[in-house]
């Protein structure tokens, strides 16, 4: 069993920087990934980034390339998001979620376990 707790989530002003972070606990195999997506309201949840456990490689949406950055230490279980350059349109509830199909990490329906979500909110 593997859960993931998100937190940092707030409201913030455009152009304004937020850190958010996913504790992960339980078994996660060195192969697994941990993304983050995000959804607002009346939308789908989209792909916002990904984590490789173990190489630490990441990749990112379009929309968030260049402005957003994952990061994880080897030996903390803590996934961070770091979110520069916020914009009103980044407003949504984040979650991270882990995966083990890393060839498909964009899709959400190939996580399996989620975080309960933390709202970040992005006035003009």
Not at 4 to 21: N, P, T
Request: with cysteine; proline share 2%; hydrophobic share 35%.
């Amino acid at each position: 069993q593997v859960q993931l707790v998100e937190s940092g989530g707030g409201l913030v002003q455009a152009g304004d920087s937020l850190r958010l972070s996913c504790v992960v606990s339980g078994r996660v195999c060195s192969g697994d990934a941990v993304g983050w997506f995000r959804q607002a309201p009346g939308k789908d949840r989209k792909f916002v980034g990904a984590i490789r456990w173990s190489s630490l490689n990441t990749g990112y949406s379009d929309s968030v390339k260049g402005r957003f950055t994952i990061s994880r230490e080897h030996g903390n279980n803590t996934v961070y998001l770091q979110m520069d350059n916020l914009k009103p349109e980044d407003t949504a509830v984040y979650f991270c979620a882990k995966t083990s199909v890393l060839s498909q990490a964009t899709l959400a329906k190939m996580y399996n376990y989620w975080g309960r979500g933390t709202q970040v909110s992005v006035s003009s």
